[in-house]
């Protein structure tokens, strides 16, 4: 398995920006999906992106356009810039590394929008 530790997290308000780390330790040896999924307060955990070993890349449509999932560097650490907040972003943001044999996930990193 890997372990994942996420980063990147505050208060922002409307309209801001924030730029989400995944340190990532530990190696995959099959295909697997590094991703970014939130929990909002009263709601269900929902993928917002996730990018393929092989660079597909997918979002939500609640934030198409407007955040960006990359890899940072050539392991498992991913990033999500996140532009044009909105008070419904509002959410506990986990990262995760999805493979055939496991799933792992971080501890989450808390995101709030407001004013």
């Known amino acids: 398995q890997v372990q994942l530790v996420e980063s990147g997290g505050g208060l922002v308000q409307p309209g801001g920006s924030l730029r989400l780390s995944c340190v990532a330790s530990g190696s995959v040896k099959t295909s697997y999906v590094m991703g970014w999924y939130r929990r909002a307060p009263g709601k269900e955990r929902t993928l917002v992106a996730g990018?393929?070993?092989?660079?597909?890349?997918n979002y939500a449509d609640n934030v198409k356009g407007r955040f960006t999932i990359s890899r940072a560097n050539a392991g498992l650490s991913i990033s999500l810039q996140m532009n044009r907040l909105e008070p419904e972003d509002t959410a506990v943001y986990y990262c995760?590394?999805?493979?055939?044999?496991?799933?792992?996930w971080g501890q989450g990193t808390q995101v709030t929008v407001s004013s």
């Open positions: 995760n590394c999805l493979t055939r044999d496991f799933s792992s």
């Open positions: 990018i393929s070993n092989l660079g597909i890349i």
